[in-house]
């Protein structure tokens, strides 16, 4: 059994900033990629930012420049960094990773948080 479990959401106003972090637990032997995905009222859900077991971070064209994504592996966490937030940042921000539950596992699977609110307002 694994879970993902994020925090950090919030309401901020524009120009602000916010930290998430997710932190994995459970039965984990290795973590693969982690990231974020987001899904705004309406839309489709969308990848914000991934990173790999030893680094290699990669960001949506949306959040490019404002955004960082970071891990810490030895606390099964990984984190997203964000500034200059603006109004079209509001959504649902959502945990993924790809993680091995035991050393016998022959590939990852895929799991996900349950999401925390981030709302960018005046």
């Known amino acids: 059994q694994v879970h993902l479990v994020e925090s950090g959401g919030g309401l901020v106003q524009p120009g602000g900033s916010l930290r998430l972090s997710c932190t994995a637990s459970g039965s984990i032997f290795s973590i693969n990629a982690m990231r974020w995905y987001r899904q705004a009222p309406g839309k489709q859900r969308e990848l914000v930012a991934g990173i790999g077991s030893f680094g290699s971070p990669e960001y949506g064209e949306t959040v490019k420049g404002r955004f960082t994504i970071s891990r810490d592996n030895a606390k099964n966490t990984v984190y997203l960094q964000m500034n200059s937030l603006k109004p079209e940042d509001t959504a649902v921000y959502f945990c993924?990773?790809?993680?091995?539950?035991?050393?016998?596992?022959?590939?990852?699977?895929?799991?996900w948080g349950q999401g925390t609110q981030v709302t960018v307002s005046s």
């Open positions: 993924n990773a790809d993680i091995r539950s035991t050393a016998q596992s022959r590939l990852p699977l895929d799991y």
